[in-house]
Structures are given as C-alpha cells and as structure tokens.
C-alpha cells in the first residue's frame, strides 16, 4: 500500500515534467506518512513511460491502456483512476494544476467520499495531514488548507516541487490494471492543437510576457527574439490575447496558463490581480512599464519605469553577452 498516488501525464509517449515533480514531492510526502509512491498512468501509449516514473520516484506503476483513453474525458477517465485509488488504498492523491488536473482531482475526490485542495504552491506533513498552501484574492494573500478524510486530494501547481535526480537503476513494479469503459455520453469530434515552437509555456525557467501597452501586436515579434536569447518562452497577458495580438494558448493568467518560471519579464503588464495569479509563483519578476504606479512594481523584484522600446535593445544586448 503507498502512503502517496501521483495520477501521471504522458504527452507523446513520454512521462511529463510536471508528473516528475510530483513523484519527487509524493517521495518526500511519504517519508513522513509512512509507506510508498505509487503512480497511475492512464491513457493510449503509456506503458513506454513506466520505468521513467519509477526512475523518478514511483515504487509502483499502474499501467491503464485503452485506445479509447487516447483523449482526456471526464466520463472515461473518473471511473479508471477511482479504481486505481481504491485498489492501492492511498493516504495522499497528487495531481498537477493542469487541464486534466483540474477537472480530475474534484471528481475523483467526489467519487472516493473525500475532497480536493486545489492549486497547491507548497505541500508538507503535520501529523497524518497534509497542509496545502495556495494563493487567494487574485494571488494577493496565501491560504493554509488540509482535507480533513481520506484519501486527501490535491493538485500541485507546475514547478512549485523539484524532481528527484533520475535514477534508472531504481526497481519498481509495474502492474497493468484491467480497463473496462465506460460509455461516454459525449463524443470527441476533433481536437485543434496550437502550434509552437520552442520550450512550452508551463516549462520554461524564464518567461517573456507582454502586454496591451506594447502597442501593436508586432512587438511580440521583439519578445520571441529576446526570448530566442534566452531560451525562453514567450507569454501575453489576457487584453493582448484579446485584442487578437497572440494566441490564446500563450495566455498567462487566472484564466490562462499558470506559470512558476525562475525568471518572470512582464513587459509593459500592470499587473492586474488575475493575470498575477498566473505568474506569482514566479521566483524572480521583473517588470518594465513607462507608469510607475502599475500594480506589477508591486510583486516584481526588479523594475523598470521607462518606455520598452528604449530598454529592450540595450537588454538584448546585455542578455547576448550573458547566454551567448
């Protein structure tokens, strides 16, 4: 029996990096509960990524393969990962603050008899609870919270929890976990996939957002460059997305992506509450706005007041020197 269940996320064959810092946080989580780190792979073409999950911390994999689990839907996935949990009896269930995530976790919580703390910044044990701390109010206060049955429910927001190092002489077991589904009431007509290229938005170490006070949806094509310096990933908040200036998939914000970056460049933002709900996670912001009363000066840890235009060129210069 593990102490911790990681539901897994698989994207193209391969175990997610995001399902790698959960499986690093539940092997933590389970030196003080006692017990160990079971994973659930769920899905079409998973069974590849068994032996990662165990390199990264799994004791236990659960492999459910079914081609018709290829696409997330409610109906068919619910009743998979119930089994799973039930079976392998967990104290903790983590899953990420994704799309699945976010949909899974509440129902899968309904469907056990228990609850789900949702969009965890910080995780650790007090007794044999788990205290979740997440951001409230748009970001401007933390909340201390903990699931009072069992098994406690939680999702973890990306890049909040470091990986172990990857270890592929670990042992595990890998148990195939017999699918029976479940007709789903809705049909999957087609899935458009955005197009990008470079590191995705919810996995890089820096970011470069811009926003409506840029201007013209041209100047982005000066952000991709500085992030193209940088190896980084290009971001906008919601009223450039709006505006039709980027795709919507590069939104940051409470109702975009949510990011935990090293590094955080708002550029011309001012930091409205839902879009620092996207990025506070951040570790590092800096931000560059020519009004030095925009809100962003408020959680950046570097300012700039002054118009991008004249920053950008010297920066990008700079930053040459610095990654090239």
């Known amino acids: 029996m593990a102490s911790v269940l990681v539901i897994g996320e698989v994207d193209g064959g391969s175990l997610t990096a995001g399902t790698a810092e959960l499986l690093g946080a539940a092997t933590r989580l389970s030196a003080d509960l006692g017990g160990g780190v079971a994973c659930a792979l769920i899905g079409a073409g998973v069974t590849g990524a068994a032996d990662a999950a165990i390199a990264a911390g799994a004791d236990t994999v659960y492999v459910a393969e079914h081609e018709g689990l290829a696409q997330y839907q409610t109906e068919t996935y619910v009743p998979v990962a119930a089994a799973i949990a039930k079976q392998d009896g967990p104290k903790v269930v983590l899953l990420g603050q994704t ?78 976990v017999a699918v029976e589904l479940t007709e789903a009431k809705a049909t999957l ?56 200036w980027y795709p919507p998939s590069q939104q940051v914000g409470l109702t975009g992506t949510v990011v935990s970056p090293t590094l955080y460049v708002a550029i011309a933002i001012s930091g409205a509450s839902q879009h620092m709900a996207g990025c506070g996670g951040a570790k590092n912001i800096v931000a560059i706005n020519k009004d030095p009363e925009a809100n962003i000066f408020r959680f950046s840890r570097f300012g700039i007041v002054d118009d991008y235009k004249k920053v950008l060129p010297a920066l990008e210069e700079e930053l040459k020197k610095a990654f090239g």
């Open 99 to 176: 799309s699945v995530g976010r949909d899974l976790a509440p129902r899968l919580a309904t469907r056990l008899e228990s609850a789900a703390a949702m969009d965890a910044l910080s995780i650790e044990v007090e007794g044999d609870r788990v205290k979740a701390t997440r951001s409230s109010y748009g970001g401007n206060a933390r909340q201390v919270v903990t699931v009072r049955t069992d098994p406690q429910v939680i999702t973890v927001r990306a890049k909040s929890q470091d990986p172990l190092a990857e270890d592929a002489g670990r042992s595990g077991t890998v148990e195939t």
């Open 189 to 244: 007509s087609g899935k458009d996939q955005a197009e990008s290229e470079g590191v995705k938005l919810e996995d890089a170490e820096i970011v470069i957002s811009g926003g409506r006070g840029l201007g013209a949806p041209e100047a982005f094509a000066d952000l991709e460059r500085l992030a193209g310096v940088v190896g980084g990933a290009v971001g906008a908040s919601r009223a450039a997305c709006d505006l039709g």
